[in-house]
């Protein structure tokens, strides 16, 4: 099976899934038009937002959604407990013309984004709805996690270059494509990854690796033969066997190249304590006659560890960063969520639903949701999520769902947009964004609107995101039902 396999297969999901839509099928419930939207519990990394990432690669599944007779007949080898077929004959039958025939509408990827709002809302039969939820949530949760961690790596690097160098490292090839993808949007400047630097037009770039020295009876011959093979590409790798001799060994075979019409690009240090190597190597280059040279650094870098670094007076130029990029290490999962926010009913009228938990946070949105960001003095003030069924729900006021007592208000100067965009009509693509070079220029555009205090690392302040105060009060009142009035 190719790695691009799943790409539209109707078996991309988890399996209960599948087994709800024959539910469905045989409740005659099927065609029933309901709203679904997805959203995060908790900003990653302890930090105070994250960057909406992987809806192209979603949107692309769902036009092609399909099931193969193949797949068909996989499903119809599946037994209950008693041996008999799971799914019903005429369920299996249906499903061979099943297309997504829905409405997605979604926060366009690059924007900034905050804990308990929707970023992304699926209009449209029940069954359809139900069968994109693991697609969805696998993309979106995965490469948001990774496009934020790229940002904060990219932003503790103080305009530096930030190459993402992890695909070795990264969670099989299919992540390791997407963990690219991120990566760039986030904010690097290119990849080692060659196939995604081919497949997505992101600049690729390389050096050598600590075998190429040790192939070499010496570090001098093997810095002449990388140079005689790739003269205009010479960054050398110095820290094989002794780093700072590595350094002159550098300058010792740049100069040579130098006379023959070629220019040194630099060296990468790949371990031991790369504050204190740096400012040395930065001497020995500037000494050596080479001001211009880059120095690269990498080894298990990270935002703090960058941000260390450069308090510490590091001498780098070019950030190489790969495990703790594509892994998004310290945090695994995004945590994203996907669940029913409204149905229609047989007169044709949205009825909101609801779910209930002793977990505040997991008490669901009714609604057909919709959220309004507001600005201030070119600023992000605040998001509010808003009912888009309901005509009555219009207040300027927006309840903190966490806490009740906490509202918020909003002026007239404040101006407002809706985050959620059309994505797809009836299955059709009407506006996703493709090109990467626009979306990173929007995340660019977008964290320059987020104040300082969201974006630190250590203890950010919590960003305004509430509830419109007639959703809010729904809510309350549909929780205040499902409970027996107690």
């Known amino acids: 099976m190719s790695i691009d396999s799943y790409q539209g297969s109707g078996l991309f999901v988890d399996f209960y899934e599948l087994t709800m839509a024959n539910g469905y099928f045989l409740a005659g419930l099927h065609e029933r038009e309901t709203s679904f939207y997805l959203s995060f519990r908790e900003s990653p990394f302890q930090g105070g937002y994250a960057l909406m990432c992987g809806l192209e690669e979603a949107v692309d599944h769902l036009e092609q959604l399909h099931f193969t007779a193949s797949d068909i007949e996989f499903l119809a080898e599946q037994t209950g407990n008693d041996g008999a077929g799971l799914f019903d004959s005429r369920f299996l039958e249906w499903l061979r013309e099943f297309r997504f025939r829905c409405d997605v509408d979604a926060v366009p990827e690059g924007t900034v984004v905050f804990p308990g709002e929707p970023l992304l809302r699926v209009t449209g039969s029940i069954v359809a709805c139900q069968l994109v939820e693991t697609m969805l949530l696998n993309s979106i949760n995965f490469q948001t996690l990774v496009a934020t961690k790229a940002a904060r790596v990219c932003q503790a690097a103080h305009g530096d270059p930030v190459v993402e160098f992890g695909l070795r490292r990264a969670q099989g090839p299919n992540g390791g494509l997407s963990a690219t993808r991120a990566a760039y949007v986030g904010g690097c400047t290119g990849t080692s990854n060659t196939y995604a630097a081919r497949k997505l037009g992101i600049p690729v770039s390389g050096t050598h690796a600590h075998s190429w020295v040790m192939a070499f009876d010496d570090e001098v011959e093997a810095f002449s033969a990388y140079a005689a093979a790739l003269p205009n590409n010479c960054t050398f790798v110095v820290d094989t066997y002794d780093t700072l001799r590595g350094v002159e060994r550098a300058v010792e075979v740049g100069t040579r190249l130098r006379q023959q019409g070629f220019e040194m690009v630099g060296i990468r240090i790949d371990s031991g304590d790369l504050a204190w190597l740096s400012i040395r190597a930065r001497r020995l280059l500037d000494e050596g006659g080479f001001p211009s040279a880059k120095i690269v650094a990498s080894n298990e870098l990270d935002e703090y560890l960058i941000e260390s670094l450069k308090e510490q007076g590091a001498r780098i130029d070019v ?146 995101v509430g509830l419109e105060k007639g959703l809010h009060d729904l809510r309350t009142q549909l929780v205040l039902d499902a409970r027996g009035g107690q």
């Open 319 to 464: 950030w190489g960063v790969g495990t703790k990029l594509v892994t998004a290490f310290d945090q695994p999962a995004l945590g994203g969520v996907y669940k029913l926010s409204a149905i229609r009913d047989e007169a044709g009228e949205w009825q909101p639903r609801v779910k209930v938990s002793d977990a505040l946070a997991k008490v669901t949105i009714p609604g057909v949701l919709g959220v309004r960001r507001y600005t201030l003095d070119g600023r992000f003030a605040g998001d509010m999520v808003h009912d888009l069924s309901s005509s009555r729900m219009d207040s300027t006021t927006m309840v903190d769902p966490a806490d009740p007592i906490r509202t918020k208000s909003f002026e007239s100067g404040e101006q407002s947009t809706e985050l959620l965009e059309p994505v797809l009509r009836a299955g059709r693509r009407v506006g996703v964004e493709r090109d990467l070079a626009a979306i990173r220029e929007r995340v660019a555009c977008q964290l320059a609107q987020v104040d300082d205090s969201i974006t630190r690392f250590l203890n950010p302040h919590t960003y305004p």
